[in-house]
Structure formats: structure tokens, C-alpha cells
């Protein structure tokens, strides 16, 4: 079962920052939180991962708050392209190759021209 | 780099047929996945290796559903007989351990349609 609570949907202008909020209450102490995207069509695509600090990368930034029991996933500048579907995951952070990656039903953002 | 290649792109049988997936792995990457993604839905792991042994294989159908990754690379998903409940995408993943993290690559998937 997916461990995290997102929106269903949310809508976004154009050129404005988007902010995805994704609750994992029940995090644990070595548990990453991931976030991929899936756009129409296509597989889902990493976006970025973070344990405790804030990550940025050249697609998002993703604030995790000090308690570790929610996040949010910032796209800057948000274009028409950044339509999709987008899954917060957390998962386990000692032995990758035998943790599951469990994807719930995600937030599905529209970006508004 | 090359990504995760999958073929067919899509597949159309009907009921009670044989059908099977085949997917290329980024190169050197040790753990492959199948994924089962119902339109509306998120993708459902069925099964995960990391090189050539089966990690999870809790969530396959064993009765219809066979998977294999011969040699550590390319990995075949089998689905025999088809129900209409397997029309779904099913999409394949490989990563690599990246520092303090792993990083997933999919593919495009196959989508199937069973009438």
C-alpha cells in the first residue's frame, strides 16, 4: 500500500511556481521521499529524492518539513510540458535492490496557458 | 545514454491467447522491473530482479503471469492465458544505485488490449 497522501488534482498558470503537498505521516527514519512524473503516454520520469534536507535540481526543488511527515514539490516556472501526473513515493533507503517502489494514484496537475 | 527499450509498442489479442513482452535494460543497470498500470491508475510492481534472481514476485499472477531475465540483461513477461482484466500498459523499469539514492528508468511500456 502506498504510503503518502496527495491531492487528486490541481491546476497551475503558466509561468507561475506550482507547489505539489504530499503528506507521509508515517515515514520512518531511513525512508526516502521520491517523486516521479508521468506524462501522457509515456513511463513515469524521476524528478528528484530527498531524506531530510531540501534537494534542488534542474527540473524541481523539494521541501521536506523538519518533522520528516510531509513535502512539497516546487516547479519554479511551470510551462504547458509539465502537464502530467505526479507520484510522491517513499520508500526504504538501506538496500535498494530489494525495496518495492509503490506508486498510488498521484496528483494530476494541469498547467493553465 | 540509451533508455529502457520495450517491444511491442502495443498489442491487441483476445481472451484466452498467449502474449509476451519483451524489454532492454539500461546498460549495466542490475535491478528490472514489470509494472502493471490499469488506465486510472498507478503503476503496480508484479515483479522485481536484481541481476538475474527474483527480489518480489508477490504481486504476480502466477498461474498466468511468468517473467524471466536470462543472463542479468533483457527480460521477457509472459502473460498465458489473457484475461480481459490484463488489458493494461506494462511498462518496464531498470536503475542504478546512485549515491543516497536510486534512480528508476522506464520505458514507454506496451500497451495491451484483451477483447
Known amino acids: 500500500d502506498a504510503k503518502t497522501t496527495q491531492p487528486p488534482s490541481m491546476d497551475c498558470a503558466e509561468g507561475r511556481a506550482a507547489n505539489l503537498p504530499c503528506n507521509h505521516s508515517t515515514i520512518s527514519g531511513n525512508e526516502y521521499v521520491y517523486w516521479y512524473r508521468q506524462i501522457h503516454s509515456q513511463g513515469p520520469q524521476y524528478i528528484i529524492h530527498g531524506l531530510k534536507n531540501n534537494e534542488t535540481n534542474e527540473m524541481a526543488s523539494l521541501i521536506i518539513t523538519e518533522d520528516r511527515k510531509s513535502s512539497t514539490l516546487i516547479l519554479p516556472h511551470a510551462t504547458l510540458r509539465d502537464t502530467a501526473v505526479y507520484y510522491c513515493?517513499?520508500?526504504?533507503?538501506?538496500?535498494?535492490?530489494?525495496?518495492?517502489?509503490?506508486f498510488g494514484t498521484g496528483t494530476r496537475l494541469t498547467i493553465i496557458p | 545514454e540509451a533508455g529502457v527499450a520495450q517491444s511491442p509498442r502495443y498489442k491487441i489479442i483476445e481472451k484466452r491467447q498467449s502474449v509476451a513482452f519483451w524489454c532492454n535494460p539500461i546498460?549495466?543497470?542490475?535491478?528490472l522491473y514489470w509494472y502493471q498500470q490499469i488506465l486510472g491508475q498507478g503503476p503496480k510492481l508484479l515483479i522485481q530482479?536484481?541481476?538475474?534472481?527474483?527480489?518480489?514476485d508477490s504481486q504476480l499472477p502466477k498461474d498466468r503471469f511468468s517473467a524471466e531475465r536470462l543472463k542479468g540483461v533483457d527480460s521477457t513477461l509472459k502473460i498465458q492465458p489473457a484475461k480481459l482484466e490484463d488489458s493494461a500498459v506494462y511498462l518496464c523499469?531498470?536503475?542504478?544505485?546512485?549515491?543516497?539514492?536510486?534512480?528508476?528508468?522506464f520505458g514507454s511500456g506496451t500497451q495491451l488490449s484483451v477483447l
Open positions: 546498460s549495466g543497470h542490475a535491478t
Open positions: 513515493i517513499v520508500r526504504g533507503g538501506t538496500n535498494f535492490g530489494n525495496e518495492k517502489l509503490t
Open positions: 523499469a531498470s536503475s542504478s544505485i546512485q549515491g543516497r539514492g536510486e534512480k528508476l528508468f
Open positions: 530482479f536484481q541481476n538475474n534472481g527474483v527480489v518480489d
